[in-house]
């Protein structure tokens, strides 16, 4: 059963333009992450979210900026693209004081 | 620095079969080795975890052996079903939460029947 959703499942879009990915979670969990997943599928934090503080901030470049209205939402923005963002985007969500994370099936970003 | 590795990168294996997958790490403080499913098109999920007091963890077809002194863990899978194709990632935190996560390069798993 799906519990955290994630639009849209694929992007494709041009060097430079600015992109934003949604995520929403119905777990009631109160932390929420954004992993990358290279093409080697290496799995890297980037940001986690938790009751609207940024707690782990990955050295990540500037041009990525997490948005949360809620605790149960957590958007990520792309600022003008790089090639080198092609990857999967996983959003995921936990209790923070728990171990196991529930992630979201991934938006596919494709710069070209 | 790849602080959990995993080997092999890919491993095919007949049905039926035990499919061994292999995991160490370096840092002494980790203490829980959560192992995570990925099938295509889907994000990881949760298959059994093991703390650093136990070695070994069973859950069905799928056991998590550890070596403590070693810093090595392994993951069995008996009797291999096609349907166990897939990513496993070993991963590893210390001190709790899923923030501290690390996780490894994954291993690509193939059952043929």
């Known amino acids: 059963e799906t519990a955290v959703f994630q639009t849209p499942n694929y992007h494709v879009t041009q060097v430079g333009n600015e992109v934003s990915f949604n995520c929403k979670q119905t777990?009631?969990?109160?932390?929420m992450y954004w992993y990358k997943q290279d093409s080697k599928k290496l799995l890297k934090i980037m940001f986690s979210y938790n009751n609207k503080q940024l707690i782990v901030n990955e050295t990540v470049p500037r041009r990525f900026s997490p948005q949360s209205s809620d605790k149960a939402h957590l958007n990520l923005r792309i600022k003008s693209v790089e090639p080198e963002d092609s990857a999967v985007y996983l959003c995921?969500?936990?209790?923070?004081?728990?171990?196991?994370?529930?992630f979201g099936s991934g938006t596919r970003l494709t710069v070209l | 620095q790849q602080q959990v590795r995993q080997s092999p990168q890919s491993l095919t294996v007949w049905e039926g079969e035990t499919a061994i997958l292999n995991c160490s790490y370096e840092n002494s403080a980790f203490d829980y080795f959560p192992w995570y499913q990925q099938f295509p098109g889907e994000g990881p999920a949760l298959l059994i975890a093991i703390r650093s007091v136990s070695d070994k963890k069973e859950d069905g077809r799928f056991t998590i052996f550890f070596n403590k002194r070693e810093k090595k863990l392994s993951l069995h899978i008996t009797d291999s079903q096609p349907g166990d194709s897939a990513t496993y990632f070993c991963a590893a935190s210390s001190q709790g939460g899923s923030a501290k996560l690390i996780f490894g390069e994954g291993t690509k798993l193939t059952v043929s029947s």
């Open positions: 777990l009631g969990h109160d932390t």
């Open positions: 995921a969500s936990s209790l923070v004081s728990a171990e196991t994370l529930y």
